[in-house]
C-alpha cells in the first residue's frame, strides 16, 4: 500500500513537471495511459526490491526514464 501511494506521488509530481515543461514550450504533450500503469507497476516492485539509498534512487531514475517515454 505504501509503495502504491509512493508511485502515485511520483506520477504526480512528474506530470505536473511534465505539464508546466510542456505548457512554457507552447505544446502539451500527452501521455499513454497504459504506459504509466506499467512505469507504476515496474517502480513498485524494483521499490519492494531495493534495501538501500542508492537502489532506490535508482528505481526512481528509471520510473523518471519510463515515464518520459510515454508521451505521445
Known amino acids: 500500500m505504501i509503495i502504491a501511494l509512493k ?5 504526480a509530481i512528474f506530470l ?3 505539464t508546466v515543461g510542456a ?3 507552447g ?3 500527452k501521455l499513454d495511459p497504459d504506459c504509466i500503469k506499467k512505469c ?3 517502480v513498485d ?8 539509498t542508492a537502489a532506490k534512487r ?3 531514475h528509471q ?4 515515464i518520459g517515454d510515454c508521451k505521445f
Do not use: F, Q, R
Request: a negative charge; aromatic letters at 4%.
Open 16 to 18: 505536473s513537471a511534465v
Open 45 to 52: 516492485a524494483c521499490m519492494g526490491a531495493a534495501h538501500s
Open 27 to 29: 505544446e502539451v504533450k
Open 58 to 60: 535508482t528505481c526512481k
Open 23 to 25: 505548457a512554457s514550450a
Open 40 to 42: 507504476n507497476d515496474t
Open 63 to 66: 520510473y523518471t526514464d519510463c
Open 7 to 11: 508511485s502515485m506521488a511520483l506520477s
